[in-house]
């Protein structure tokens, strides 16, 4: 369905009290369909015949506009003289609108600019970090001190997984796996507590098979 922008306002102004629009000399007019491609408001329509464009909607043509006309090869379009915009600026004192219709315009630029800084700050935070652990965990002694070491901090240890030898290759001291994720939900970001991290799994004789980002 075609779109009908003819009961928007333009800067207050109800848009069909503005004679803007093309008009469209069939005589010479070519149907090269430029004007229908150059338009983005639906404005042409090609004749019945599927001969020539004809000016189907003409309020939805964007007040000041003229570029159908600057490309039409063989200038078939006119539109009215500027002043007839100069006479409804005028008339309907538009100006205190178009003031706050910019302020607005700013402030919605500049928020979408901050947030946009915002992302791509958060973007390159380092806030999750995969980490594989190999070694002897010794008795769940390093898991304790591990969850020690999150106390008071603003992380957490999720998608935690452990792998141990075979029962016997445990009891007789075979090494283990361990991987988990180090995570922060606030958007810290987690490179200082990977370093006490790394020197907690030197302590303890662990091997750190693997650090790597996750976001
Ligand atoms: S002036 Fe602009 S908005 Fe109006 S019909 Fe031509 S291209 Fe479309
Ligand atoms: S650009 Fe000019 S010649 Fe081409 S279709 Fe439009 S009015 Fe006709």
């Keep these: 369905m075609a779109k009908d922008l003819s009961n928007q306002l333009w800067h207050g102004v109800a848009r069909k009290e503005i004679p803007w ?3 469209i000399d069939s005589d010479s ?3 090269c369909d430029l004007c229908y491609l150059s338009c983005g408001r639906e404005v042409f329509e090609k004749d ?3 001969r020539i464009e004809i000016v189907e909607r003409p309020y939805n043509c964007m007040v000041g506009c003229s570029t159908c006309k600057t490309v039409c090869p063989v200038e078939s379009i006119s539109f009215p003289g500027r002043d007839t915009i100069w006479k ?3 008339e309907h004192r538009i100006f205190g609108i178009v003031r706050k219709e910019a302020k607005e315009k700013r402030e919605k630029i500049q928020m979408q600019r901050a947030r946009a800084e915002a992302e791509a700050k958060i973007a390159k935070l380092e806030t ?3 980490v594989e652990v190999a070694g002897q965990f010794g008795e769940k002694l390093f898991l304790s001190k591990l969850n020690k070491l999150l106390e008071a901090k603003p992380f957490d240890i999720v998608n935690f997984k452990m792998e141990v030898p075979t029962l016997k290759g445990h009891l007789e001291g075979a090494p283990g796996f361990m ?3 180090v995570t922060s939900e606030k958007f ?3 490179t200082k507590f990977m370093s ?5 799994i030197k302590e303890n004789e662990l091997v750190l098979v693997n650090e790597s980002r996750i976001s």
């Design 188 to 190: 810290e970001e987690v």
């Design 128 to 130: 999750r970090m995969k």
């Design 196 to 200: 006490t991290l790394r020197t907690l």
């Design 179 to 181: 991987s988990f994720e």
């Design 48 to 50: 019945e015949e599927n």
């Design 88 to 90: 409804v600026e005028k």
């Design 21 to 23: 629009f093309p008009t």
């Design 29 to 31: 007019c070519i149907g």
